[in-house]
Structures are given as structure tokens and as C-alpha cells.
């Protein structure tokens, strides 16, 4: 069992950083691959970037390509998500997930879900 906590939503403006944060509980979090998702308002959830379980392969959405970066701290069973440049279109709930395998940009493939952080961009 995994559990996921996010941390660092809020509102800001249009052009700002923010960096969230997901707090995992268990010893087996550096053998998830992790990812963060979104959903808008009104929105099917959408794939924002994922990482493997080494941190050695990424992948980020075209969307958000060049602006989010995902990293992860094994040793401090922690994933990230650095949005910089952030767009008033990029307001949404996101959501850390932990998949043992599949398709990384699938959401039905991802065993664990967070209870998500309300990331809000004005313009």
C-alpha cells in the first residue's frame, strides 16, 4: 500500500512558479514509476509529465514541455513538479499516482492517487 500527499497549490498569477510536492509513505516508493495528472474543471483527468523509477527516463506533456519539470528524491520517498511560466489555462487540481507498470500517460493504469492540490493561475 502507497500513500500520497500533495502540497504547494495555491493561487498566483499568470507568469509565476510554483513547485508541488508529493509525500509517499511506504519503504518501496524509488520502484513506482510516479506522475502527476490534472483535471480541470468540467475536464477529463490529463497527463501532465512521468518519471520512472530511477528517475532516469521523463516524460512531459507538449503542453507543459519547457515550462514542468518532474524530479523525484528517492531517499526522501518524494516526487516534484516544477511549473514555472505558468498560464492561466494550467489552473487545475493536480494529482501524484504510483504505477508499479503500463502506460505512463494512462490514468487507469496507476494504482495509487493522492487527494490532489487546487493550483489556481490569474490572469
Known amino acids: 500500500q502507497v500513500q500520497l500527499v500533495e502540497s504547494g497549490g495555491g493561487l498566483v498569477q499568470a507568469g509565476d512558479s510554483l513547485r508541488l510536492s508529493c509525500a509517499t509513505s511506504g519503504r518501496t516508493f524509488s520502484t513506482y514509476i510516479m506522475a502527476w495528472f490534472r483535471q480541470g474543471s468540467g475536464n477529463p483527468r490529463q497527463f501532465v509529465a512521468a518519471?520512472?523509477?530511477?528517475?532516469?527516463?521523463?516524460s512531459h506533456a507538449d503542453l507543459v514541455k519547457g515550462r514542468f519539470t518532474i524530479s523525484r528524491d528517492n531517499a526522501k520517498n518524494t516526487l516534484y513538479l516544477q511549473m514555472n511560466s505558468l498560464k492561466p489555462e494550467d489552473t487545475a487540481v493536480y494529482y501524484c499516482a504510483a504505477s508499479r507498470a503500463g502506460n505512463w500517460h494512462n490514468p487507469n493504469d496507476y494504482e495509487y492517487w493522492g487527494q490532489g492540490t487546487q493550483v489556481t493561475v490569474s490572469s
Open positions: 518519471l520512472s523509477s530511477s528517475a532516469g527516463l521523463t
